[in-house]
């Protein structure tokens, strides 16, 4: 695999042809405060996950993950998570950009 190098050896490095994807997160419905800043934590801890954001809406996290090959081991990773509910990814198929 390449790698654009980063200095500070942070989660931030691009795996070259490595798969996009938004994973909508929703957590079981008891979930405390303290609890779901723990599950935030433990996302965001993945070295795959590029952000995650506590949201208002259709789920309760959105997190962008880049793999080199497939979404499923970390899809299956964030569900053993102790109260996550469902986790749907959506492939990023492409970039549209504003010129």
């Given amino acids: 695999m390449d790698f654009d190098k980063v200095e500070d050896g942070s989660k931030n490095e691009k795996i070259s042809g490595s798969i996009r994807a938004y994973l909508l997160i929703n957590l079981k419905e008891d979930i405390l405060p303290k609890k779901f800043d723990e599950i935030m934590r433990k996302i965001d801890s993945l070295n795959e996950a590029d952000f995650v954001d506590a949201v208002d809406g259709f789920c309760d996290i ?38």
């Fill in 62 to 99: 959105i997190a962008m993950i880049e793999v080199p090959v497939t979404v499923k081991t970390i899809v299956e990773a964030i569900q053993s998570i102790d109260g996550v509910a469902t986790v749907q990814p959506c492939r990023i198929l492409g970039i549209h950009k504003e010129w």
